[in-house]
């Protein structure tokens, strides 16, 4: 069953899904251009025992992206405590991919009594180092341009076809999805207002001042990686470890950026077995 939620923190709307049922909450945060249809997979591997709910982020999927809203990490991070509140969900354990990880590690680093309620955190491909060199620069500039000149956006997919572009897309992540997941990005990438909440996010985006304070967060830590992930295609393990020492990691072989696309059934065997194990251990203490 599916259930959404609007809600509404710093006048930037927030729509929720929830895509499976059962006695435990969890929130799963997606990533740059992708929406909540991404953890469909997973939420069906986690039916029955765990309530899965997604959030489209602003400017992704249903979320509109509200007039003057700047989608920066801090002001995500904030929004989404806003509407966190607003639903009073108790949750038990938070997922973020890529970009989602970084937004829900912000949101953790600034959340109001957070040392006294320890929450379990799994990150998948987490998105948590600068960009490098020149990349740096161009992400965002190329984000602007694209911005400032939509119909460059336009002339893009009008060459190809929304299901092409989107197969094409997700082969650069070094994933491959079946039929139904790429439908689902298909269907976004038709969406003009998809695609410029994307860009606002890519303009936005800026992570020099968080991998600084990576050492601050005290909750559980999980973080899965595939081998084949050409999105962050450098091992991220020797560069991150050092801020975050208690995390607990796990790579699968073969898998690209999408992992929980990709392999729901082992991705969701890993992180339940976690959170049953050494999360809940840590949390009741």
Do not use: C, N
């Not at 990709?262 to 809940?280: K, N």
């Amino acid at each position: 069953m599916t259930e959404r939620v609007r809600v509404s923190g710093l006048g930037q709307p927030w729509v929720f899904t929830q895509l499976s049922e059962g006695p435990r909450a969890i929130l799963a945060l997606h990533g740059t251009g992708a929406s909540s249809h991404s953890f469909r997979p997973l939420a069906a591997q986690l039916q029955g025992s765990w309530a899965l709910w997604a959030p489209d982020l602003p400017g992704h999927g249903a979320s509109p992206l509200a007039p003057g809203f700047r989608p920066t990490r801090q002001a995500l991070a904030a929004s989404l405590g806003d509407a966190l509140s607003t639903l009073s969900i108790p949750w038990a354990l938070a997922l973020g991919h890529s970009a989602g990880a970084a937004i829900l590690l912000q949101y953790r680093l600034e959340a109001p009594g957070r040392a006294r309620v320890p929450l379990p955190l799994g990150l998948l491909a987490p998105a948590l180092l600068p960009l490098a060199g020149l990349q740096r620069w161009l992400f965002p500039a190329a984000a602007e341009l694209l911005a400032r000149y939509p119909s460059w956006l336009s002339r893009l997919v009008a060459r190809s076809t929304p299901e092409r572009l989107a197969r094409r897309l997700i082969a650069d992540t070094g994933s491959t999805l079946p039929r139904a997941q790429l439908k689902g990005y298909a269907d976004l990438l038709a969406q003009r207002s998809h695609g410029e909440g994307a860009l606002a996010l890519m303009r936005h985006w800026d992570l020099r001042s968080l991998t600084p304070a990576l050492p601050q967060v005290q909750d559980p830590l999980l973080i899965l990686t595939g081998t084949a992930d050409r999105t962050y295609p450098r091992p991220p393990r020797a560069t991150l470890e050092p801020h975050l020492p208690r995390a607990a990691w796990r790579s699968f072989p073969g898998l690209g950026h999408l992992l929980h696309e990709e392999a729901p059934a082992e991705v969701g065997a890993a992180i339940t077995g976690w959170f049953l194990g050494d999360a809940l251990m840590k949390v009741t203490g």
